[in-house]
């Protein structure tokens, strides 16, 4: 594809459920990040993933969080047992290998918990 | 880690220079970056400059970056209304991986 895409682009559910939120990097990006960002505040860092290296997962907020990539490609990104501070736009950004490399940025999903 | 600081809002009219700046707390970023956001958009990447570079100019946009200050600025000349949206400054590098992002700056510009 053009860009990097991601599903849905909005989420509402209710407290306590789990949600899955998609990424579709750009094909050839071996480098695939998750950022989320809530109402106000910058973008926080949840997890990278480089190639078949083991993820950084330093960024995740609560063991509720957890985060896969399948094949070196698509990731996903699941939320059990969703809060109310879970709401907030889930940023995923891809990029060629190494830390110098610009990362392109999908739309993001925007998750809201009731 | 790094921490990114920057103002919250500026306002301009159009055709005057925007100046947004931000302070950085770690020096082991091998790049600046500044991304602009535009409502229900992801985050677009508008110039970045190497850690050993002072200033980069790109049309419109000059980033200067004072490391003994720890202190990167992004001028837009010419501001335009369609230059309204948030400014991210975020520091990274080879060593990082991961991008650290300041909070944003709300651009507004009056006609």
């Known amino acids: 594809g053009a860009g990097v895409s991601q599903s849905p682009s909005n989420k509402v559910t209710e407290k306590g459920k789990d949600v899955e939120l998609r990424c579709d990097p750009i094909s050839g990006h071996t480098a695939l990040y998750w950022y989320r960002q809530s109402l106000g505040q910058g973008l926080e860092f949840l997890i990278y993933f480089q190639g078949n290296s083991a993820p950084d997962k330093s960024g995740l907020p609560s063991d509720r969080f957890s985060a896969e990539r399948t094949g070196g490609s698509v990731s996903t990104l699941t939320i059990q047992r969703t809060q109310q501070e879970d709401s907030a736009v889930y940023l995923c950004a891809s990029s060629f290998p190494g830390g110098d490399n610009e990362q392109f940025f999908g739309p993001g999903t925007r998750l809201t918990v009731l | 880690g790094e921490d990114v600081e920057q103002s919250l809002f500026l306002s301009v009219r159009e055709g005057d220079s925007s100046v947004i700046n931000c302070t950085y707390t770690d020096s082991s970023s091998t790049y600046l970056y500044w991304y602009k956001q535009e409502p229900g958009a992801g985050l677009q990447l508008l110039t970045y400059?190497?850690?050993?570079?002072d200033m980069k100019q790109d049309q419109r946009l000059t980033v200067l970056l004072n490391k003994k200050d720890k202190h990167l600025s992004l001028r837009i000349a010419d501001t335009q209304t369609g230059d309204s949206a948030i400014y991210f400054c975020a520091g990274g590098g080879s060593t990082l991986g991961r991008l650290y992002f300041g909070r944003g700056t709300q651009l507004t510009v009056w006609p």
């Open positions: 400059i190497f850690s050993n570079m």
